[in-house]
């Protein structure tokens, strides 16, 4: 509990605003309200002194000690940080079709050193719709993230489309993606 103390009467402890101001009321507190504010710095865990005797705002004691705005606190603070949110287009990482794999959407992460990672130019039409027909026949997850870029960009030739020959080979094979 709080204890006796000599009290600077400046300012309001709960709001840090003067007290001089007369057109705001202001209440001493005794041994009852001291004892109510004290449980309410306790359900906040704040950590501030009060004392017998000390003056505040009459309308911060009421806001700082009602129980609906407390409980209000403490749901908004076990609330979990993070919303389950729907996916937005807009929060994607945005895709490159002249530095990005078609398949995977990763780029080239040894910059040619690697022939299995190395990105390869599409050069025909028909690679495109051969791989629309696999999308179609695995019906997966994958195939469908590469079935709308395909379908987004329709002359992936004309957009300088590039993939890696590892992931061109696992989709079409109907493996996961390396």
């Known amino acids: 509990m709080a204890e006796m103390m000599d009290v600077d009467n400046d300012e309001c402890i709960l709001c840090n605003e003067t007290l001089s101001d007369s057109t705001v009321p202001t209440v001493k507190l005794g041994e009852k309200g001291m004892s109510g504010l004290q449980k309410a ?19 911060c004691r009421k806001e700082y000690t009602n129980t609906n705005v407390i409980s209000a606190l403490k749901r908004k603070l076990s609330a979990p940080t993070e919303r389950n949110s729907k996916n937005l287009r807009s929060q994607e990482v945005k895709f490159n079709y002249k530095t990005n794999c078609l398949f995977c959407g990763q780029g080239d992460p040894y910059q040619g050193r690697k022939t299995d990672f190395k990105l390869n130019p599409i050069m025909t039409l028909d690679y495109s719709s051969t791989c629309l027909k696999i999308c179609d026949k695995l019906n997966s997850p994958w195939s469908d993230e590469v079935k709308d870029r395909m379908l987004f960009c329709p002359d992936l030739p004309a957009a300088d489309a590039v993939y890696h020959q590892v992931c061109s080979t696992n989709f079409r094979t109907g493996r996961d993606v390396p």
């Open 41 to 59: 710095i306790n359900a906040r865990n704040d950590s501030f002194t009060i004392a017998v005797e000390q003056v505040v705002h009459v309308h």
